[in-house]
């Protein structure tokens, strides 16, 4: 079951350029930085509350996020809400009709496991479910 908002990803083209924003301007805490190889991004974790704000930096143009900012510029990339059972959650979420992009969990940062629905079922929001 999903039970909050885990964090928001925003795609931007350097880490560098925007953590100052967040971290002393905004003064949230910047947890880690982290090399997330699947995916190919750099992230950096900021903490506000209970939800997290994920700064996303491509490492490859391959990477999704530099197609992302390619296509549509820096900005909000996806929402991801925490589910207890990633796995029981996609199921659930095909039972509703809903296109998933990952049918199989995949590692997020923080060894979490995570999944994406297809933009084309949530109302063009990319939407991630993930699991601690
Ligand atoms: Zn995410």
Redesign the pocket.
């Given at each position: 079951m999903i039970s909050q908002i885990n964090?928001i990803?925003i795609a931007v083209k350097s880490l560098e350029n925007h953590i100052a924003f967040y971290r002393d301007i905004l003064k949230l805490k910047l947890l880690d930085l982290e090399e997330v190889n699947s995916q190919k991004v750099k992230t950096a974790m900021f903490k506000i509350g209970e939800v997290k704000i994920?700064l996303l930096e491509p490492t490859s143009e391959e990477s999704p996020i530099a197609k992302f900012i390619n296509k549509k510029g820096e900005g909000i990339h996806?929402i991801?809400y925490e589910t207890d059972d990633v796995v029981n959650e996609i199921k659930y979420l095909e039972e509703q009709g809903i296109n998933m992009i990952d049918k199989i969990p995949r590692y997020?940062?923080h060894g979490t496991k995570?999944a994406f629905l297809h933009p084309k079922s949530s109302g063009k929001v990319l939407t991630?479910i993930?699991q601690k």
């Amino acid at each position: 079951m999903i039970s909050q908002i885990n964090h928001i990803g925003i795609a931007v083209k350097s880490l560098e350029n925007h953590i100052a924003f967040y971290r002393d301007i905004l003064k949230l805490k910047l947890l880690d930085l982290e090399e997330v190889n699947s995916q190919k991004v750099k992230t950096a974790m900021f903490k506000i509350g209970e939800v997290k704000i994920e700064l996303l930096e491509p490492t490859s143009e391959e990477s999704p996020i530099a197609k992302f900012i390619n296509k549509k510029g820096e900005g909000i990339h996806h929402i991801a809400y925490e589910t207890d059972d990633v796995v029981n959650e996609i199921k659930y979420l095909e039972e509703q009709g809903i296109n998933m992009i990952d049918k199989i969990p995949r590692y997020g940062a923080h060894g979490t496991k995570i999944a994406f629905l297809h933009p084309k079922s949530s109302g063009k929001v990319l939407t991630e479910i993930c699991q601690k």
